[in-house]
């Protein structure tokens, strides 16, 4: 019996040890996400000066593009029935 009891009492020793590092390591989480205040990012002031862009549409105009064909038409498929005419309906 006293086997048992020491047993016990080395358990219940772990589980009490346990229970003290989750508590300390929820304080810590706590502490650390909720209650420290967070310092507002500043950027850095750095000023650089902005580049205007120029595109140049010369390009489209060139003998390349000009002997380019057209295909702005689609030409829609020309077959006889394709499928049927509700494909929901069973057979």
Not at 13 to 25: G, H, S
Not at 64 to 78: H, M, N, S, V, Y
Request: aromatic share 14%; hydrophobic share 50%.
């Amino acid at each position: 019996m006293a086997i048992t009891i020491s047993k016990k009492k080395k358990k219940q020793k772990y589980l009490v040890l346990v229970f003290l590092a989750v508590a300390i390591v929820t304080v810590v989480v706590l502490w650390f996400g909720f209650f420290k205040k967070e310092k507002p990012a500043v950027a850095p002031s750095v000023s650089v000066p902005l580049r205007e862009i120029k595109i140049d549409f010369e390009f489209l105009e060139g003998e390349t593009l000009a002997g380019l064909q057209d295909f702005r038409k689609i030409i829609p498929f020309e077959l006889e029935k394709v499928g049927r005419e509700n494909p929901f309906l069973p057979y």
